[in-house]
């Protein structure tokens, strides 16, 4: 058996509204004694993705203290919801636990034969899943795509793709039970969450949710007109033209 069969089996934490963890969808019981084992031949990033992204974004996806996921897809235009390196947030798809994080690193940026480098495909990116690789107040952010398979490293204002045909499978053993998990995003920083999860947590926070009576991705203009109404002055009417 393929071992990227194996993955679907491997559970992830998602923080759901209800506060209860979800799982991906389990293969029968007679497979799941079979358990993943990472080649030690390849217990390094290669160097052609180190290379080129740097080693700061590298260790931030080696030595990750949680790793979010988040489904995302291109911004659409006038979009004023929220972004991740440019592209529209569409949910919030889980935490990423220790074990399958060591799946992700192991085949996708250690082993050799799951990378063309080089190679370009006739094909377009279109974005799926964003992976957010946090260590301390630091992060480095990996897009898989699909049906074209790629993935692209997000770091300090720049970005590198890498052609991941050969991982076809593993990535889609990956997409697909992520966006079937997914719940709606909401903005952390409204719940003063530590963590960039974005999804309610507590009472409190739903009633919060509630009070807005929006489609989420309205909240900013909202906003923008009970600024209006204050004085405007001080740092809050600051054009940044970001």
């Not at 389990?26 to 993705?49: F, V």
């Not at 080693?55 to 931030?60: G, K, R």
């Not at 082993?111 to 899943?129: A, G, K, S, Y």
Request: hydrophobic fraction near 40%; glycine fraction near 4%; aromatic fraction near 8%.
């Amino acid at each position: 058996m393929k071992w990227y069969h194996i993955l679907a089996v491997c559970c992830f934490a998602v923080a759901a509204s209800t506060t209860q963890a979800q799982e991906t969808p389990r293969l029968p019981a007679a497979e799941e004694n079979q358990k993943w084992q990472p080649n030690p031949e390849y217990n390094t990033i290669l160097e052609e993705i180190s290379s080129a992204v740097g080693q700061s974004a590298v260790a931030n996806i080696t030595g990750a203290e949680q790793v979010f996921c988040y489904q995302i897809t291109n911004r659409p235009e006038n979009y004023t919801g929220y972004t991740l390196d440019g592209m529209a947030i569409v949910g919030f798809c889980g935490i990423i636990n220790a074990e399958l994080k060591t799946m992700i690193t192991s085949e996708l940026f250690m082993n050799p034969e799951n990378i063309l480098f080089d190679v370009t495909e006739e094909c377009v990116i279109r974005p799926q899943i964003m992976l957010r690789f946090v260590r301390g107040v630091d992060a480095t952010d990996v897009l898989l795509s699909s049906p074209c398979h790629a993935f692209a490293i997000f770091y300090g204002g720049q970005v590198n793709a890498f052609n991941a045909k050969p991982a076809a499978p593993i990535i889609d053993a990956l997409v697909e039970p992520l966006i079937k998990g997914k719940v709606d995003f909401a903005s952390p920083a409204l719940f003063n969450q530590l963590l960039p999860i974005g999804v309610a947590q507590t009472e409190e926070q739903k009633a919060l949710l509630n009070k807005k009576n929006e489609p989420i991705r309205n909240w900013i203009k909202t906003q923008k007109e009970e600024e209006a109404a204050s004085a405007k002055r001080g740092w809050n009417n600051i054009n940044l033209k970001l």
